[in-house]
């Protein structure tokens, strides 16, 4: 074999080695961490699969391997491919058109990926695989382990709910941003109560963190019943990137056209990242929302001043609940921000769960739940009280002043 022969089949070796070697990782971690039997059988069959392709490259050529290549095949590549294709074959549909909870696409554009791996594993797999690799980032050991015991627990109840099953993960449309593939798909969950004939129903729409659109956030937030709760996918959760603002609109927009909502009666809530999801849509259609609810909050401050946001904050509602033990998003930071808000004139409430940390919105889900459900109704009901500091009243019980001094 030349030289140049040899220099390419160690490159195209090398290429093959690369995704072949994490199908393996990648199986292997679903196997060891999974939760499900479902989500361990699609990891054994990814660590097959990538033991066969990994021979095919690298022993392909040698003469134990040409005679043991028949019965290498003939056993391995049916028992990984039974290995997916049952799990497949159950996985969940993405539940009706018509239940009570719903995956649904901007101008009903878009279909459900129900064969995607990403359905086929269950998303309690990925989320305690997800967690345990924290483990190596930002997050610390402690940390991960309340965010396990906090957010699997809701995994399991939704497996017993029907609907909840049948709705399938949409948290792959997350990794598509990883890889840079077209992450906008314009999907977003839907949860509709019951209603009664002629009944127009205030709206939540839920903006999701760093890590994708979870089932876990809609669980918590359906368990209250009083309202629709909207949950739109965009990628990762990088809600400043291009054309984030443009779609909370458009979907902000099109439920209340399709559904049995108030558009009068249309909030805007963000969860971490989300936050600046809120605070971008607002200045794209600064009348469309009825409030704004930044929940343990990254904030972008230099656009709260700007005219499209300012020119509302005589009729602009905000709310701010943060734990008081966040290590990420430090409590001076959202008492600054809210501050600032309060100095340009808005009427801005700020609660603080002193005991609580970045994960509130699952550790305290019926108090934070009760907070905003009884904010909500207070900004459908009447106009906001003018400000305790203009007024001389005390905030709302459980609510404190806040700052007048910048951060």
């Known amino acids: 074999m030349s030289l140049l022969k040899k220099i390419l089949v160690g490159l195209l070796r090398i290429l093959a080695g690369v995704p072949i070697v994490s199908l393996i990782l990648g199986g292997l971690l679903f196997l060891v961490l999974g939760t499900t039997l479902r989500g361990r059988s699609v990891g054994l069959s990814a660590v097959i699969l990538g033991g066969v392709l990994f021979c095919s490259v690298g022993y392909w050529n040698r003469t134990w391997f040409k005679q043991v290549r ?8 049916p028992i990984s491919l039974l290995l997916y294709l049952v799990p497949m074959l159950v996985a969940p549909n993405g539940g009706t058109g018509d239940g009570r909870v719903r995956n649904c696409f901007l101008h009903g554009e878009g279909a459900f990926p129900r064969y995607s791996p990403w359905n086929v594993i269950p998303e309690i797999d990925q989320i305690a695989v997800g967690i345990n690799l924290l483990r190596l980032r930002q997050v610390n050991a402690a940390e991960a382990t309340r965010l396990r015991s906090l957010v699997l627990p809701i995994y399991e109840a939704m497996d017993k709910d029907a609907d909840f099953h049948a709705l399938g993960s949409v948290i792959g449309m997350g990794y598509r941003e990883l890889v840079r593939m077209e992450f906008r798909t314009g999907h977003y969950y839907l949860f509709l109560p019951e209603t009664t004939s002629g009944e127009k129903l205030p709206c939540l729409i839920f903006l999701h963190g760093m890590g994708g659109n979870t089932k876990s956030c809609l669980w918590v937030l359906s368990q209250q019943t009083k309202c629709a709760v909207i949950a739109p996918t965009f990628g990762m959760g990088n809600w400043d990137r ?18 049995p909502i108030d558009p009068e009666r249309v909030f805007l809530m963000g969860y971490s990242n989300g936050a600046m999801g809120v605070t971008r849509a607002a200045i794209k259609a600064p009348g469309l929302f009825k409030g704004l609810i930044y929940l343990s909050p990254i904030t972008e401050d230099e656009l709260f001043s700007t005219k499209e946001f300012s020119t509302r904050s005589q009729d602009r509602r905000i709310l701010f609940l943060h734990g008081g033990r966040d290590q990420r998003i430090p409590r001076s930071f959202v008492e600054g921000t809210a501050g600032l808000l309060k100095r340009l004139g808005f009427d801005v409430r700020l609660k603080v769960y002193d005991e609580e940390d970045h994960y509130l919105l699952f550790s305290q889900s019926e ?3 009760g907070d905003i459900m009884e904010w909500m109704t207070a900004q459908s009901g009447c106009r906001p009280e003018s400000s305790s500091q203009s007024t001389g009243k005390a905030p709302p019980a459980g609510f404190q002043e806040l700052p007048s001094v910048s951060r």
């Open 242 to 259: 291009p054309e984030g603002a443009e779609f909370i609109v458009e979907v902000a927009r099109e439920v209340p056209a399709t559904l």
């Open 367 to 369: 108090v934070v739940l």
């Open 70 to 77: 028949r019965r290498f095949y003939g056993v391995l590549l």
